[in-house]
């Protein structure tokens, strides 16, 4: 477990798991919405695909992320192991709220400068709407994925509850 994908729908705790297997197993982890969104104003960087792929072309890394469509291949071809937070929207949606609600009342920056804002709300690709709408789209993606013969080699760990990838990450050995 070397190149590690750390994927689910916003609010599975992709990137709290990925930092945590990440400090274990002492590979460098990378927040893809970091990567993705260059500064202020929600900005994408337009070198994402070429900073990814310099990334992917490691040794070792962790993403927490399924992975933005313009990276998702190469990242599913050049992984070794798939973390898939497979939770029902009754565990996501009370996390993706609280998080949400929280950095816009704290004004919590997010991803290079930006923070999450009380009319963002109100849009589409806020992520307490996105893992509403998403959940089960995502879902069916990855599953096509973890079945694809293009990504046979890939170790798939799928996860149902906080409890099970907990239990699994409390047995990982330390590097």
Same mark, same amino acid.
């Given at each position: 477990? $070397? $190149?590690?994908?750390?994927?689910?729908? *916003?609010?599975?705790?992709? *990137?709290?798991?990925?930092?945590?297997?990440? /400090? @274990?197993?002492?590979?460098?982890?990378? #927040?893809?919405?970091?990567?993705?969104?260059?500064?202020?104003?929600?900005?994408? =960087?337009?070198?994402?695909?070429?900073?990814?792929?310099?990334?992917?072309?490691?040794?070792?890394?962790?993403? =927490?992320?399924?992975?933005?469509?313009?990276?998702?291949?190469?990242?599913?071809? $050049?992984?070794?192991?798939?973390?898939?937070? =497979?939770? %029902? &929207?009754? +565990?996501?949606? %009370? &996390?993706?709220?609280?998080?949400?609600?929280?950095?816009?009342?704290?004004? #919590?920056? +997010?991803? /290079?400068? /930006? @923070? #999450?804002? +009380?009319?963002?709300?109100?849009?589409? =690709?806020?992520?307490?709407?996105?893992?509403? *709408?998403?959940?089960?789209?995502?879902?069916?993606?990855?599953? &096509?994925?973890?079945?694809?013969?293009?990504?046979?080699?890939?170790?798939?760990?799928?996860?149902? *509850?906080?409890?099970?990838?907990? !239990?699994?990450?409390?047995? !990982?050995?330390?590097?």
């Amino acid at each position: 477990m $070397r $190149r590690i994908l750390v994927a689910g729908i *916003s609010g599975a705790g992709k *990137s709290t798991l990925a930092r945590a297997l990440s /400090n @274990r197993l002492a590979v460098p982890c990378h #927040e893809m919405d970091g990567l993705y969104f260059a500064g202020p104003g929600w900005a994408v =960087d337009e070198a994402f695909p070429v900073r990814v792929a310099e990334i992917a072309g490691t040794p070792a890394w962790i993403f =927490d992320s399924f992975g933005y469509p313009e990276v998702r291949d190469l990242l599913w071809e $050049r992984a070794d192991t798939v973390v898939w937070l =497979d939770y %029902p &929207r009754r +565990v996501v949606m %009370p &996390r993706v709220l609280r998080r949400s609600l929280r950095r816009t009342v704290l004004r #919590e920056p +997010v991803f /290079n400068g /930006n @923070r #999450e804002t +009380v009319a963002g709300w109100f849009q589409s =690709d806020h992520p307490a709407w996105w893992a509403w *709408s998403q959940h089960a789209a995502r879902q069916a993606e990855i599953r &096509r994925r973890t079945r694809d013969p293009r990504f046979a080699p890939l170790r798939v760990l799928r996860f149902t *509850s906080p409890y099970s990838a907990a !239990v699994w990450l409390r047995s !990982v050995a330390p590097a």
